[in-house]
Structures are given as C-alpha cells and as structure tokens.
C-alpha cells in the first residue's frame, strides 16, 4: 500500500493555511495599536475597535516614556479591556529632586457606542489607568470618522492627564460645579512614596480642566499606515507624575504589518525621542489550524439486518473482547477500565487520554464500539473517567450512528438523540487490565518568569525539568517535577517591602529555589474518588507546590446537567524550606539583606466555591474562606470561556487584611488566560497552559496551589463542556 | 525513519531536546514546527519517494485503490476502503486520512486541517446522472471553535465535452462534468470524468478553503 507523506498533507494545509491569512489582511486590517497598548494613534486613543475577542500583547518603548508591556482585549464588539505593566522614570515629591524608577501596573477600559455611518462618526467613551496608582489617570470621549478608505480621522476630549495641555474650564461645569476642580489623587498628597494604588479613582472621573486632542492615521498599503497626533497629554513635573521629556505636542508614527496579527510601529514622540514598539494579535475564535489535524476516525461499521438476526452473546467472552476493544481504543489514545456487555448493551468505561473535547471521545469510542461490539448491540452506554472517576454516561443508539454518519447535520440530529446522565454502578463491570505503563516520565526544558529579583522587574529563568508520574492505580498517582536552572545561584528579591506584621507567605517567594541546586518543585500522592453519584473528592499529600507543603483536601458537588456545582477545600499546610529541598522553615530577611532561619510557619486554609456556569459562555466562581495569612474574605472570578477551550478572565480577592497592610495594589487582582495546546499545534492534546497577570503577588488573599482541583476536571465529562465541543463528535 | 526518531530530530532541530512521554508536546514545539512550514514549505519537509501503484496492483485486484492528491501539491496517496454505509464508501490512506465518496462524489474527509464533515450531494447525483441540471448542495464544517457551520450552494452542472484519460497507462474515454456551486461565502468548480461506462475515473473535488481541492482518480 503506498502512503501519503502525513507531513506533506499537513505542510499543505499549513500553506494553505498561510495563503488565506494572506487573503484575510484586507478584511482584517483593524486599528493600529498605541505605545499604551490599545487601539489609537500614538498616545491618544480613537474610537476605534479590534475585532470582537482579539487579543493584543504590545510591547513599547522610548527613552522618556519607558518601557509598556500592555495586553489588550476585545471583550465584545464595544467593549475592550486592557492590563499594563509599566517600567518609567517618575518624579519625587520635591519636584525638582532627581526623578526616579518605577514599576506601575494599570487598567484602562474603553465602549464604543456606536459604529460609524455615511454622516456619523464612531464615538467611544475611556477610562485609561483607572484602578492603578493612576499615573496616566485619564477619562476621554473621543469621536473617529473615515474619509474615504484610507484615512481616518480623530477627534476627542479628555480629563485628567489627558486634559492637561492648553486644558481649559471642564465643559461639565455647566451641569455641576462638582466637575470644576479634580482632587489630586492619594498618593500624590502622601508623604510617602509607598501608598498603595489600587483603588477606583471615582471621585476623579471627568473632573477638573478638560482639553481637546486629535490625529489622523493614513494607511498608504496593506501593509504601511502613517499617523500623527496632537496630544492633550502635558506631562507636567509634579510629585510622582511620570517624567517625560516633552518639548512639543505633536507625535508622529509609522506602522507596518508584514503579517495579519503582526504590527510594529515606530514613532516620534514628544518631540524629543523615538519610539518602537509591536504588537502581536491573536483571536481565540480563529484557531490557525482550523479544525485540527486529528488523524481519521475508523468509520462506522454498519450491521446487516441478517446479522443482527443471527447475533448471540454469552458474557463469558467479555474478557476476550474487553482486550480486542483494548487494542482499539488505544489506538484513539483512549484506555478501556471496564465494561459490561449483555445482548442489547455495551456499557464502556474509559479514560481519554488525547482529545481536550470529551464529546470527541464519545465519538470515537462509539465508532471504535461498532467495529466489534456483537450485531444484537444497540445500545452504546459511554463513561469517560478522568483521575479514576467516571464522569457521566452518554448513552447512544448505534443505529442511529449507522444512520447519521457522513450525513449533513448529524451532529444536532445525534445530539438530539443521545441521553447524558450520571455514570451507573461499579457492580457488574469487568475490569480491563491495563496495557498502557504506569510509569510515565519526561525530561525537557524549561522557561520562567522571575519577577522582582535585585536585577530587575522582569527575568528570564531557564533550565531543565524532570517530570515523573507513578499510577498506582486509576485512583491514587503519585507524581513530582524537579528543576534545574542553568543560571546557577541567584540573588534573592530585594524590591518588596512589607509593611504589615502578616508572615511573608508570597512576598518570600522571589528567595525560593535561588541557590542553583536542584529545586523539587511538587512531590505529591493524589487520590480521587467519586463518593457519592453527583459528589467527587480529592486528598493531595505532599510538596503541594514551590512554597508550601502539607495535606489538601477537596469535596464538590456536581450533578451532570447542573450550572451550579458546590465545593469545598481545606488544606492544613506549613511553608517549604526556600531550598526548595524536603525541609520545612521560615525566614526572615537581616537588616544587612541576609535570610536567617526563623523557625516554620504553620497555617490552615480552606474555602468553600460556587462555580456557575452563565451560559453564552461566561463562567462565575465565587471562594468564600481563610487565605495563608490568615486573612479571612473571599475571591470572585469571571471567566470569558471559548468552546474550543480558550478562557480570558479576571478575579480580585478582598480580605479582611487592610489595604495598608496589603501594600501596593490595595488587594489581590487580576487577569488570566488559557490557552489549549491543540489552538497551536494542531493535533489533539489535553493539555493547556494558564497565565495569570497579576497586580504583584502579596501575601494577602494568597492561596495554596494545588494541581488538580476537581471542578476542571470533573466538568470536562459534563453537559455543558460536552455541549460546547459537541461539533467535534465526528471529527 | 520511526516516528520516535523522526520526533527526536525534530526536538533537535527546535533545539530543545524534549524527552519522555509528559514532555513530548509543547506548543512552543508546535509553533516552532508551524513557524518553519510556513517560511518554507516545501524544503523543510524532505520526504522519501513513495513507491508508486502500477497497473499490474490494479489489474490483480480491480477496484480496490484509489490515488488521491491534493490539487497544487505534488503527492499523491493510495487509498483503500475502510468501511461502506449504504451507498457510501470510506476509503483510508496509510497516514490516515480518509475519504467517504457516494458514487465517487466526496461527502466526507478525515484528517485534513479543514475537514469537509458531511456533504448532502443527492441532487448533483441525479443532474449528473441526467447529464447537467441545477442542483442544491448542502456541506457541513466544523469551525476553529468546535461548531458545525452547514452551507447551502445552488450548483449547476453541464458538460465540458470529451476528453480522453490515461490514468496508470491506460487510456479511458470520459466525458467531463463541470459543477458550478456558489453560495454567500463560497464559490468553487468541481470537475468529474465520468466514463463510458457511467464511473466517475477523476475528479477534482472542493474539501474546504482551507485545504483545497482533491483529485481523486479511480485506477
């Protein structure tokens, strides 16, 4: 048999793939991005927006303004949201003293009310640097209108800094003499420079002398787009305002993108300095390897009616067929545990070890079911299990299988037919012995971000990671991570101050794993069970993560088609020594930056969680408890959830941990993405990987890691992600 | 060269050497792979020439195999059936990718980046039988976010004169079928040589936009 090159087919449908990128940068011009990260000219936004759900990481610089780290999103069509990471010289509260560096985190939000018409501008409303220390503090209006097909123009009014140069009386006077003076915010009138941010600037909002800004930007190809801009923005010397160097309003920009999702941008700013920067954009809804590159299915085996006639069964075949379906199924990357064979019923349980899409699961499984399930089975009974529990049963009609493959609509039409319930007893199944090893392991490079460590705000820190995995059974495993960082020692953090009297439970964590010997990064024992029909559980014991080791323990309660699942996690543990060896200890840092031995720090923290799912795919969670300080309070989450796996969301912690003690920030906040690994590469993988980009890591409102909680897991088997990913039954 | 070797080539090449079965997936090595397909295509993936399907296979089991390539792109796979439902036959290659072809129309593919799911194609059966017509052609696709997507084309198919194959060095006298199919987003020609005795020997047949289109010819 001649074979066709796998890799060729799937070169083909990559270049295919790069052919119609190249066909879609017309339709997918969109705006340009600004050194602040958001759609715009240079620094002033337009009342432009991305496309819904794009995604914008932009990274600037110029040598006044600093360095920008931003990440902007395009919640809905109106709508976006950015976070920012700042690295910029400010100035001290004595004006003329020497300026000084600092690292500042903000958010802005932008809606756009309206799209533009023939007559009728785009109008759009913002808050820039909102919820930080506000050094960039602005609200706008601003207003953007096209002339002809390349060349848009903008017009806006702003407040706050963006109502600073040739500003005049706020026109919302008019209304309220409320909106006459700005109050200056807090921490500008403190007497020092450490006051926390964090906090809304309400009472600043429109307040105070307002100012007209305006630009243009003309895109002269596909490819190259100019701007200009008169910006509102004055740059003032004042105490702990940023310290640009401007000498004229007027900033000029070039952007060029060789690529969709790809822009760099260059500019002239502030009339003293250049910058660059570039942005890169991804879109969770458009997945580069469109339907993925799973290999295909085996079709279905349709009976004959004869067949099905002539069909006897005798459950003492069972173990003879369980290892012939074994072989099968491990050819989908899916381990049979059990089944249970009369003449009308397969009931299988397995565990899908390869596709994110449990619904994909389902559907090979019941494929691979009608290659040798006897002719008088009509009836497919699906357990998936994760972790050793089975997670629900699909019930599927094989005829209908039979009838509906290859046919246009099948997926609603099984969909419609299926039923989706809790997984049956253990009782009458035959265990299948396992084929797959229960030793699994792997050893490969590793990439981390250090933040804060004396060199500076951001790190790279790399090395090589082993990774073990012992199955002792379906339901206990025991697996580790080690490191080792090729960098060798490393000093400790020196930027965190502490100003309360909480133990340092997460500000200590920049001294951990620096001494350049091998780090244990997690050794743990984790069981899982299913104790009751709708109630999972889970005890982990061990080096639970970096900094904190000891037992977790976890109940939740999920019934199969419910949007509402209940849980509840207590974990009684004590922090790991900063050797990241076996020991347990606490350190405290000497007044000459030497850390000493203090003795250990032992704490106990549990929560009890609502997650429900909102539908049109928002996720809400919602942990009330005690935190590792001690601190009591509770955390809320909100989660943007794509069906092929992506989530972009955001949480805060407030705590009973006042916000001075907190230090900066005020409380714990921030934004966090998922990304599954088959968006990239194309092929089915369980995996994914979770940043989260936070204001910085203090010690209130802090919680243990632990890997594995049970509501991801479990929710994988259940109606709602089985619905989400339903489309990829035949796939 | 085996897959665990050709893997360990690859994890050389992105230079990082990832080993052992909890690290032989990254999605740096999986951008790493796309980035390098995309610069260059054709170079970076260096194959070992196939040994081709002669006439002597086909003659010795007539019907059996079936040659499919993508158009544009110089490979061509054989394929066998893998199952039939009705009136549909699903034919596999070696690297597993299928084809399911209802009196030689596809109606299905497995395998491919952009699938075709499912294709209701009774219509173009019956103009084609009838020698050109209008026809509707419904298809089903599967989108980057895991959702069914159906399209609705009307079609029209008339015949594009006579023309005279050889397909494995042996010729076979055919008339051509051109399918015109339009819809809002989509709008593509598939061409059929159907023989004397009423096969469909070739085609030249849409997937989807993202692949493209495949020719299948009939041995």
Redesign the interface.
Known sequence: ??????????????????M?FTNSVVAQEGPSYTVFGTPGLLEMPTAESAEKSDIATTFAYSGSGGYRSSFTYQLTPKFSGSFRYAVFDLYPEDVTADTFETFDRSFDLQYRFNDESKYVPAVAIGLRDFLGTGRFGSEYIVASKSVGPNLIVTGGLGWGSMGTNNGFSNPLSAISSYFDDRPVYDDRTSTNAGDNGGKISVKQFFRGDAALFGGMEYQISKDLGVKFEYSSIAYDAETYAPAVDIESPFNFGVTYRPRPGFEVNAGYLYGSDFSLGVTMMLNP??????????????????RTRDAIAASSWDRANEPALGAALSQLLAVEGVELDALEVTRTTARVRYTNDRYR?EAQGLGRVSRMLTQIMPASVETFVLEPMQQGMPLSATTVQRSDL?RL????????ALFERVSLNNAGPDGDMTEVPQSNSKW??????YVALVLFDASGPVKADYGL?F???YEVNKNLVISGKITQSALGEQDGATFYDNPNDYENVRTDGAFFGRDGTPNLENLTVAHYGRVAPDVYSRVTLGYLERMYGGVSAEVLWKPVSSRLAIGAEINAVSMRDQDMGFGFASYVTEANGDRTKSGTYETVTGHVSAYYDLGTGYQAQLDVGRYLAGDWGATFGLDRE???GWKVGGYFTITDMPFDDFGEGSFDKGIRVT?P?DY????P?R?D?STTLRSLSRDGGARVEVDGRLYETVRQGHLADIN?????F?? | MSKIMKSFAVALLAT????????????A???A??VK??FA??E??A?AP????TRADVDAAPGAYKL???V??N????L?P?????T?V?W???????V?LQNGLL??T??????L????VSGVIQALVSSGGNATR???????????S?EVLQCSIASGGFETLEILGKAIATEKFNEVCTSESLRFTNVYWISDAGGIVKSQQLV?????FLQIVSP
């Open positions: 048999m001649v074979g066709l090159n796998k890799r060729a087919l799937f070169a083909s449908g990559v270049s295919t793939l790069a119609l809804e458009k997945r580069p390897s469109l339907s993925g590159l799973d290999p295909a299915p085996a079709p279905v085996k349709v899409s039979e493959e290859n046919t246009v609509g099948a997926s609603e699994e392991w792997g050893i490969g490079p990671q990774d073990g995995r794509f069906q092929n990304i690994y990239f590469i194309g092929s993988s995996k990987v989400d990913s339903w489309g990829r035949w796939r | 990082a050497a990832a080993c052992g079965t909890l690290n032989e997936e990254s999605p090595r999986g951008i792979d796309m397909s995309r295509p054709t970076a993936i194959q196939a040994p081709a399907l499919m390539s993508l544009g792109i490979d061509t796979a054989t066998v893998a199952g039939n439902n009705g549909k699903t596999i290659s070696a690297d597993q990718v299928s399911t109606v299905s497995r395998g491919f980046v952009q699938d799911m499912a294709a209701d419904r298809v089903d696709y599967l989108d980057g976010l895991d959702q069914i159906t989807s936009k993202g692949v493209g």
